[in-house]
């Protein structure tokens, strides 16, 4: 197993390193006091060592900061293997809020557990098809995709597709066809369990032919609270909310909850807001950290320490068909990734698991 310590001098080439204040970067520093999984005894040590010999930069010259905390950010996670949860943890991605970062959440939340070692189904239940896209799946018009699972109740398991970036992820590719999804749906049976069924009877028959479980399931949700977000928060047992860090963030957000709220009261019991990501954040701005703040007091437990920045690298990677985890894993965005998957992994082992 790789420990990175390799990357210990290496210095990363990016070009999202902030220019203003420093202090920009206090919100993603790396937590070195978590604890290890699955890494030989003393591993974490040798990580610990090498990441307190990296040299501090001082607060006159944000760009090395910006490079140091990379550094040791790379030291820290590159190569950790994250725990399992002990039962498949379904996680709906979720804000009718239009372009606040779910699809790029959904994907590279699911590419950074997958690389640590865990297994991943991403669902892309939105008919712009985006996360197919960035998972690098075929969702041309006419592929076998989620629109045949919803309306004519194919299983599951003939519509995955496996990524070919990283082992481990897979895929539910969204065509075209979807959008008229939104509407067939209302007249057919059972319209909003649809996906829960189809999902747990490709989970069942994973483990009746002796499959890996799947330890998590994404579901990227369209920027809407119709059918399709309702099949999501159906078959979801965990809603994760990402929030971009922008003016207007918080409107809209007591909308979503209520609907969730409803969902939780006659549909799916299990329902929680779980987590609440920070997006696009951008600490040189004095908006940026209001809106951070405001949301911290709201959800203290659910939002992540970790945030995520505005980087060049994340809004590339979609066009080359992939996440910025594989497209330049180096990058401040790849690594606020990764933290991020490693703090939801993480805190699966500290509660009572979700899933199944
Ligand atoms: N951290 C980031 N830094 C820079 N660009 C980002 C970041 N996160 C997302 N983007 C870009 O912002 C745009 C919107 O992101 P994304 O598609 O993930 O949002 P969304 O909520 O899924 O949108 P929609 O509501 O349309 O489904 C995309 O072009 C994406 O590449
Ligand atoms: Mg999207």
Redesign the pocket.
């Known amino acids: 197993m790789s420990t990175s310590t390799e990357h210990v001098d290496d210095v990363p080439r990016d070009d999202e390193v902030p220019t203003g204040d420093p202090a920009v970067s206090r919100e993603t520093e790396p937590r070195l006091e978590w604890a290890q999984d699955g890494l030989p005894a003393g591993v974490d040590a040798h990580r610990a060592a090498l990441v307190a010999a990296v040299p501090d930069a001082d607060e006159e010259t944000p760009l090395a900061a910006q490079l140091a905390i990379d550094a040791r950010r790379r030291i820290d996670l590159q190569g950790r293997r994250f725990p399992k949860p002990e039962r498949t943890r379904v996680i709906t991605v979720a ?1 009718q ?9 959904t994907v590279n939340l699911a590419a950074g557990l997958a690389q640590s070692g865990l297994k991943v189904l991403v669902i892309d239940n ?1 008919p ?1 098809g ?1 996360a197919s896209t960035a998972l690098g799946i075929e969702h041309r018009a006419g592929t076998p995709s989620i629109y045949e699972v919803l309306v004519d109740g194919d299983p599951l398991d003939s519509v995955v597709q496996e990524c070919p970036d990283v082992p481990g992820l897979y895929g539910v590719p969204a065509t075209i066809d979807l959008s008229g999804a939104e509407i067939e749906l209302v007249s057919l049976v059972s319209r909003e369990t649809r996906l829960r069924r189809a999902l747990d009877v490709y989970l069942d028959q994973r483990a009746a032919r002796g499959e890996e479980p799947i330890d998590y399931v994404f579901v ?1 949700c ?2 809407s609270l119709g059918l399709l977000t309702v099949n999501a928060f159906v078959v979801g047992r965990e809603v994760l909310i ?1 929030i971009q860090c922008e003016y207007y963030a918080l409107e809209g957000l007591s909308q979503l909850l209520k609907t969730i709220d409803l969902i939780k009261a006659h549909l799916n019991r299990e329902l929680r807001v779980s987590t609440i990501l920070l ?2 954040y951008d600490g040189r701005t004095n908006l940026a950290q209001q809106v951070a703040a405001e949301v911290r007091q709201h959800f203290p437990g659910e939002t992540l320490r970790t945030t ?5 690298r ?2 590339e990677a ?1 066009s080359h068909a992939q996440t910025v985890i594989t497209y330049d894993p180096s990058s401040t ?1 790849a690594l606020a990734y990764l933290e991020a998957a490693r703090e939801i992994a993480e805190a699966a082992t500290q509660r009572t698991g979700t899933g199944r």
């Open positions: 804000n809020k239009g372009g606040v970062g779910k699809t790029t959440t939105d712009q985006n990227d369209p920027p990402p997006t696009m995520v920045p505005r980087s060049v994340i809004s979609p965005g």
